[in-house]
Structure formats: structure tokens, C-alpha cells
């Protein structure tokens, strides 16, 4: 763990990223309650601009900004994480049982992951989002589901490489079960190749939930920073700031999410060369 | 036959079956909507009689077994019948065949720009590596990886159509300017300057960094070490020798991205009102004319599988290795 952190440190611009990635993480988590402002509350006079009585003004029909950044922070985050996590699971147990089998499962397994990743992902979003309706459920499993053939194809990859190897045979040999053999011992040894894929994964799962809103098709419910942008779109030329702000945000947080991501694979994968 | 050729041939066969995939995963869609198939079908429009209902049913032969309609359904599909659009009042292929030019002019610019730009920055980049131009390109970069593709749309309007007043805002033409000829297509090149732009941002992040580390790596091969030795310029190294070869990983991602370039063209031609496939696809979300999305899902999943067998060809003009193999 300790080699962890020196070798991470020595990545400026991961250790930039992780700090922003802190600070998003804590007005997600504490936000809400430091800034207690319902985001759909009719707070003031609409198109107040920045840094009056409200810090970052308010929209076109007088919601305040930062109340709704505060809560999109949230959205954004919760929505990313989770469809990861999903992408994650199902990508991993696809590639896995692909990569340990071999053979027709693994042919099977892989037309199938090709066929998905043919399909033009965003579109494919869009029509699952639409058919669906909106919904948080919807939107997380919509991005769930165009995401996991990335993940599949990696651990596959690592699975072909680890799997001939003298401790998966010596496991076989003591005559362990299949399942235990490809997530007890065969996968840890993969982790660190999907941790770092896992998390970019986020920062691509949050643009494409910020994509989904801004079209109108977020959950209606909920403020993200998606819906901001989208909403304010059409006053751009009297008030160009509403669609700046949030945009600002989901920059800062895909930024620091690819940062720290790329500072795990130095950290995690140190013999790859840069 | 040549060995390109059967490669090709083997290529056309394996797009077969996917496409098919495709038409049927539709169908399964389709059925998984709320509802009833056929007021999928009629794009939910309130205006549809009931016996046009009936008849759509009779038609797609709703009443029968799901096998059987899977069939009916592959059945129009390969007649390239994708369905009409009662929203529209005309068929979903002419609707989706209308709007295609202005999507491939749209992604065409955006890539020619994207490579462009992308293999230029890579190569400047990698040729001082680890000086502030690297450092400078390398930010950019990383900014341009991580910039929502709709906002920055919106940023470039902000910027050059409203602060300057230098590019047209929305559309694809002046309205009603009714040009023709050299002024026609200065005028749509004028409103195609900021969608391309758009777009192309993210894929010359995405090359950039690609071609710099291509050319780093190539840069390390043995046959780079005799070019020097012989005591070649570095410029005339760099485009003539190690250039070439460090394209290969860039041509390979550009045929991958080619769907991932088209979702990207639903947001901006949102943001810039371009009148193309991806704004033909906000219309029918909000128009809940879902049959029409599916036929745009189908369509763009066949432009992918092009894509991918038109990648596979060049590839295999490139570096010949590939079709013996």
C-alpha cells in the first residue's frame, strides 16, 4: 500500500485530480445539508446573473444555480458509480468465463460482446432511455448496458494470459471448483488492469448521463447537471452563464476521474511503459 | 482470386449474420416497449384510425405467434422496409435517406479534422517529447478528453456566433436565402464550420495522444536507429519513416469510433439545429415516434458494420500482412 502511494504521488497530475475528485465528492456527500436550498425551488427573481443574492445566480424561471450544482454533483456522481459498478459486474463475468473456457463458450461470448459494441452506443442509450421512460433505473441500466463489452474484452484478454499458468493448473489439480478457481484466484490477479478501465469508465458513464439529460431524457425528478445545460440552452444569448456553470462542472469532475485514473495504472501497473 | 479479394469476400459473409442480429434485437425492442406493438408502430400518434390500426396489425401480423411476427418483421427489413412515420406522413427509410447527406457531410468534415489535427498535434508532440509544447499539447488534450461534447457546442456559440458574430448559430443554410451554386455551398460550409469543430474535439484528443504514443513507440524500432545512423535528417525520419507506421494504431481507432462519432452527432446537431440523422433522432424522442428511433438505431448500426468492413479493407491495403494471415 505504501508503494502504492509513493508511486501514485509521483503522478502531479493525479494527485491534482484525486484532490478535485475530493472536493466534488464532498459537496455531493455534505453539500446538500451545507447548502440546504431546494434545486427546484422558485428561490428569487429569475435570471439573476452570478455572484448577487445568489452565489451563481438563478435560471430562467429563478431556481438557484448553485443548489442545483450541488445536487447534480450527486446525480452525477451516484449515476456514474453505479452503471460502472453494473458495467463492471457483467463485463467481468462475461470476459472471465469467456477467457477461462475457451472454445465455443468463448466464441459465443465474444460474437456477442462484438455485437453490442457494434451498435452505436449513444444511439443504443437513447433508444433503451426513451423506450424505458426516464427513470434512474432506466438511465443507470442504459449506460450499464453499452458500457460492459469494454470491460469484457479486457478481462478476457487477461484471463487467455493468466490462465495456462502453474498456479491456475495447481488449483485444478487440487480439484477446486471451477467458480472458485476463476473469481478467487484467477480474477485478483486481474484486478489491477480492471480497476484502472473500471474508473475512466466513470468519467465516460457520467458524459454519457450528462448527454442523456441535456437531450430531456433524465429523470424528471432529479436535478443533474445534464438537465441545467439543456434547460438554459435557449436563453444562451441573454444568459450564457446557466449553461456554463454546470458545464464547468462535469469538465472538472471527467478531468479529475480520468487523472486519477491514469495515475492508478502508473501506480497499479508500474512495469507498463508509460 | 487475390488474397485482398477472399479477404474481402470473408469480411462481406461475417457482416451477415450481424446485421441480421441487428434486425432481430429491433424487433425484440420493439416488443419490449410499453404498449401495444402496433401503437408502437404508429409512432403513438392520437391521430390514427383504428382502422389503420387494424390494418398495421394485419400487416405485421400482430395477432399471430411472436415467431411468426419476428418473421414478418425480417421479412420487411430486408425488403428495406423499415416502417412508415405517421409524425411524419412518410416512410422511415426515405425520412432516414433525406436526412443521411447531412450527416455524412457533418461527420465527414469532423473526421477529416479530427485526423488532421489529431495526427499533426501527435506528431509535434512526440517530436519534443517532454518539452512545454508536449506539456501544452498534452493538457489540451486531456481538457478536450473531458469537455461534455453539447457543452462545448454551446461555448462555440457563445464565442463565435453571439461575442463575435463571425458563424451562423443554427441550421444548415441561411432560411429562405435560396442560393445556389459556389454561393449555396459557401453559405452551408460557413454553418458547418461549428458543428465540425464540435465534434471533432474529442476525436483530436483521442488521436493525439493516440499518435504521440504510436510514434514514441516506433520511434524505439531498430529500423528508425539505421535511418539515423545513415545519417538521414530527423524531419525526413519522422514523416517519411516513422509517420507511416505509427498511422496504423490511428486508422484502426477512426473505423472504431465511427459509432461512437455518430452518437456524438445526435448532441450536436441538437445543439446547432443540423438537420441531419442525429436531430431526426431528438425529434422522434419527443415525439415518442419510437419506431422511427429504432429504424435510426438499425440504419446506424449498419453504417457502423460499413464502417468497420471499409476500416478492415484500408487496413489491409496498409499493411498487406493482415489479409495473408
Avoid at chain 1, 96 to 111: C, E, K, P, S
Avoid at chain 2, 35 to 48: C, F, K, N, Q, R
Avoid at chain 2, 223 to 234: D, I, T, W
Amino acid at each position: 500500500m505504501k508503494g502504492f502511494w509513493a508511486r501514485f504521488e509521483r503522478n502531479r497530475a493525479a494527485v491534482f485530480g484525486f484532490s478535485v475528485l475530493v472536493i466534488v465528492l464532498a459537496v455531493a456527500a455534505v453539500g446538500p445539508f451545507l447548502y440546504p436550498v431546494d434545486p427546484w425551488e422558485l428561490a428569487g427573481r429569475p435570471f439573476s446573473p452570478p455572484f448577487g443574492r445568489f452565489p451563481l445566480g438563478t435560471d430562467t424561471l429563478g431556481r438557484d444555480l448553485a443548489a442545483g450544482l450541488v445536487h447534480g454533483a450527486r446525480i452525477s456522481l451516484m449515476m456514474g458509480l453505479v452503471a460502472t459498478a453494473m458495467a463492471v459486474l457483467i463485463g467481468t463475468v462475461v470476459g472471465a468465463i469467456a477467457g477461462y473456457r475457451g472454445g465455443w463458450v468463448d466464441d459465443a461470448l465474444m460474437r456477442c460482446t462484438e455485437f453490442f459494441q457494434t451498435i452505436p452506443s449513444f444511439i443504443f442509450a437513447v433508444v433503451l432511455v426513451a423506450i424505458f421512460q426516464p427513470s434512474i433505473e432506466s438511465i443507470v441500466a442504459a449506460i450499464a448496458m453499452v458500457s460492459w463489452p469494454t470491460l469484457a474484452r479486457l478481462v478476457r484478454g487477461e484471463f487467455i494470459a493468466l490462465r495456462h499458468r502453474e498456479f491456475v493448473q495447481a488449483c485444478v489439480a487440487l480439484g477446486m471448483p471451477e467458480r472458485s478457481i476463476i473469481f478467487r484466484q484467477v480474477l485478483p490477479n486481474a484486478a489491477g488492469p480492471v480497476i484502472v478501465t473500471g474508473s475512466l469508465m466513470v468519467a465516460t458513464a457520467i458524459l454519457l448521463e450528462s448527454g442523456l439529460s441535456f437531450l430531456g431524457l433524465g429523470d424528471p425528478n432529479l436535478m443533474s447537471w445534464g438537465f441545467m445545460i439543456g434547460s438554459s440552452r435557449t436563453v444562451l444569448r441573454q444568459a450564457w452563464w446557466m449553461s456554463a456553470i454546470p458545464g464547468v462542472a462535469i469538465l472538472l469532475t471527467v478531468l479529475a476521474i480520468n487523472l486519477v485514473g491514469e495515475g492508478l495504472n502508473d501506480a497499479l501497473n508500474p512495469r507498463l511503459p508509460r | 482470386m487475390s488474397p485482398r479479394l477472399r479477404y474481402a469476400g470473408r469480411r462481406l459473409l461475417l457482416a451477415v449474420p450481424i446485421v441480421l442480429g441487428m434486425a432481430v434485437f429491433n424487433f425484440l425492442l420493439l416488443h419490449l416497449a410499453p404498449g401495444d406493438a402496433a401503437s408502437v408502430l404508429a409512432g403513438e400518434a392520437g391521430g390514427v384510425t383504428p382502422e389503420l390500426m387494424s390494418q398495421l396489425r394485419a400487416d405485421f401480423g400482430l395477432d399471430r405467434s411472436l415467431p411468426m411476427q419476428l418473421l414478418i418483421y425480417l421479412q420487411h427489413v430486408v425488403s428495406l422496409d423499415l416502417g412508415f412515420s405517421f409524425r411524419h406522413r412518410t416512410s422511415v427509410l426515405s425520412l432516414i435517406l433525406t436526412r443521411l447527406p447531412a450527416t455524412l457531410l457533418l461527420m465527414g468534415a469532423a473526421l477529416a479534422l479530427s485526423v488532421l489535427g489529431g495526427v499533426l498535434l501527435g506528431v509535434l508532440a512526440a517530436r519534443r517529447v517532454n518539452t512545454w509544447m508536449d506539456n501544452v499539447i498534452s493538457v489540451f488534450a486531456l481538457l478536450s478528453y473531458a469537455t461534455p461534447i453539447f457543452w462545448i457546442g454551446l461555448m462555440f456559440i457563445v464565442l463565435f456566433s453571439i461575442h463575435l458574430g463571425w458563424l451562423p448559430t443554427h441550421g444548415m443554410a441561411v432560411a429562405g436565402a435560396g442560393t445556389t451554386g459556389w454561393a449555396h455551398a459557401l453559405d452551408v460550409a460557413r454553418h458547418l464550420i461549428l458543428p465540425a469543430m464540435t465534434l471533432a474535439l474529442f476525436y483530436v484528443a483521442l488521436y493525439t495522444r493516440l499518435m504521440r504514443a504510436s510514434m514514441l513507440e516506433v520511434y524505439t524500432l531498430d529500423y528508425v536507429q539505421s535511418a539515423r545512423a545513415k545519417g538521414l535528417p530527423e524531419g525526413r525520419i519522422a514523416f517519411k519513416h516513422v509517420l507511416r507506421n505509427a498511422l496504423l494504431p490511428v486508422v484502426t481507432m477512426v473505423g472504431l469510433q465511427v459509432g461512437h462519432m455518430l452518437g456524438g452527432s445526435v448532441l450536436v446537431e441538437t445543439v446547432f439545429g443540423w438537420p441531419g440523422l442525429g436531430r431526426l433522432a431528438f425529434e422522434s424522442v419527443f415525439a415518442r415516434d419510437l419506431n422511427l428511433l429504432l429504424g435510426l438505431l438499425l440504419f446506424s448500426s449498419v453504417l457502423v458494420v460499413i464502417a468497420n468492413l471499409v476500416t478492415d479493407l484500408v487496413y489491409s491495403v496498409l499493411d498487406p500482412r493482415i489479409a495473408v494471415s
